[in-house]
């Protein structure tokens, strides 16, 4: 099957090399016969409905949001309907930051958002810096770590009722005082862990992958476990690091 990746202003958001996400979910999908065919969406571009199976969107600092956050808003109504018609999404950083409703960054500017996540972020004086541990469950009575790191000045504050991506068991997560990290609606998730995220946590690269097969088939397939030594010791060597770092502050 092919899968076709909406890559969201892959010029300005690429903080931390967060473009490998992208090379291990292409390999993943190959290693099961899948094609991934990766288009660039940017400033003036157009969301014909149906046409992505999966949005990306990855971090950035302050700067690089201010440049594309009226582009990236003025593709809100393709993203919303995408995703409510069940195109999958992973978000990272300043990317995260932007689908929700908006970000006041550190000049006190007030950026537009996608108004994909319920939420919404301000800048804060610290930076909330380090490695996170994050304990998930995306499907019932089914939880597993993720482990990433965190750089950020952002508080994202989630809405009322609105589902977290995780709980955080190291590092400070959405606002350093919550307890939780992330956003999930449905196949869309946003997150602060980069670093890439995906290299050390196939758990979810291969989550985002079935349900972007979903998006198509209408079903998650169960998708044929690969050997991932190495990648379980990359999520190991992290989630350590995470763990001696202690607790939230
Ligand atoms: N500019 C944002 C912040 O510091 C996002 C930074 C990032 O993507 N690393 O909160």
Known sequence: MKLVVGHLFPDYLNIYADRGNIAVLARRAAWRGHELEVRPLGAGGALSQGEHDLFYIGGGQDR??????PALAALGDGLRASVAKGAALLAVCGGYQLLGRSYRDQSGEELPGVGL??????????????????????EPGRRRTLAGFENHAGRTYLDEGAEPLGRVLAGFGNDGASGYEGCRVGRAIGTYLHGPLLPRNSWLADWLLAQAIAHRTGEAPALEPLEDDLEAEAHEVSAARARSRGGRY
């Open 117 to 138: 996540l319920p939420l919404h972020t301000v800048a804060g004086e610290r930076r909330m810096i380090g490695d996170v541990l994050l304990e998930c469950e995306l």
């Open 64 to 69: 690089e949001q201010e440049l594309i956050a």
